[in-house]
């Protein structure tokens, strides 16, 4: 079956650690895309990719980072710079960022909690 | 800049009943309109789309219609169900760098 997968489901963070959310797709899609989702809210763009190794930041890329090494795989890393980082992390991913970027199939999430 | 606004939840409402959750967007010109559907635990999936003024976009008994004059894209379904209960984010490609903009969701829950 084709989709996204996010790794690990729960997560748990010591403060001042970095952490690395993984990011998976099989549907050989180019564009893929990190938001960060917090109660009450919606979702916020964090950074987002056209190609592999190319990157652009979103709305609130400040204490994260990424890589796209693979046309598969966009990780999150969690940087301590990031003052209140818990929140529940979704990845997403679309054919490109043409015609096809407005529909966005989406991972089942990875829910940080700093101790 | 570009943006929607979605009614604020929760919405409560038992079975059979009528659902209707408003969204209006401001943006620069006329973006494609979506509704996604998120499920207690899970990433967020695309319930339907409207790409033009008139367009209307259905799927699963849900419907909604992109109204240019109003700046409208309310969400409707006739009989809701215990299984759609679930979050609901309407959204809109725009911004400068022409991404998914979302509102902040509305809460739905169908009691039996």
């Known amino acids: 079956d084709g989709g996204i997968t996010q790794s690990p489901k729960y997560l748990f963070r010591k403060e001042g650690q970095n952490v690395t959310l993984s990011c998976e797709q099989n549907?050989?899609?180019?564009?893929m895309y990190w938001y960060r989702q917090d109660p009450g809210q919606g979702l916020r763009l964090i950074y987002y990719s056209q190609i592999v190794n190319d990157f652009q930041k979103g709305d609130i890329a400040e204490g994260y980072s990424v890589s796209r090494e693979k046309k598969e795989s966009f990780p999150l890393t969690v940087t301590s710079a990031q003052k209140n980082p818990t929140a529940f992390y979704l990845c997403?991913?679309?054919?490109?960022?043409?015609?096809?970027?407005?529909?966005?199939?989406f991972g089942p999430g990875t829910r940080l909690t700093v101790l | 800049g570009d943006s929607v606004t979605q009614m604020e939840g929760p919405v409560t409402l038992s079975e059979e009943a009528f659902l209707t959750i408003n969204c209006t967007y401001t943006a620069t010109g006329y973006p494609s309109l979506f509704w996604y559907v998120q499920y207690p635990g899970e990433g967020l999936q695309l319930l339907l789309k409207a790409t033009k003024a008139d367009d209307k976009g259905s799927n699963k008994g849900f419907e909604a219609t992109y109204r240019k004059e109003t700046t409208s894209f309310h969400l409707e379904k006739g009989s809701v169900q215990v299984s759609d209960s679930a979050v609901y984010f309407c959204a809109l490609v725009g911004g400068s760098q022409g991404n998914l903009i979302f509102g902040k969701g509305t809460k739905l829950s169908v009691k039996p």
């Open positions: 997403a991913s679309s054919i490109d960022r043409g015609q096809g970027a407005d529909t966005q199939y």
């Open positions: 549907l050989n899609h180019d564009a």
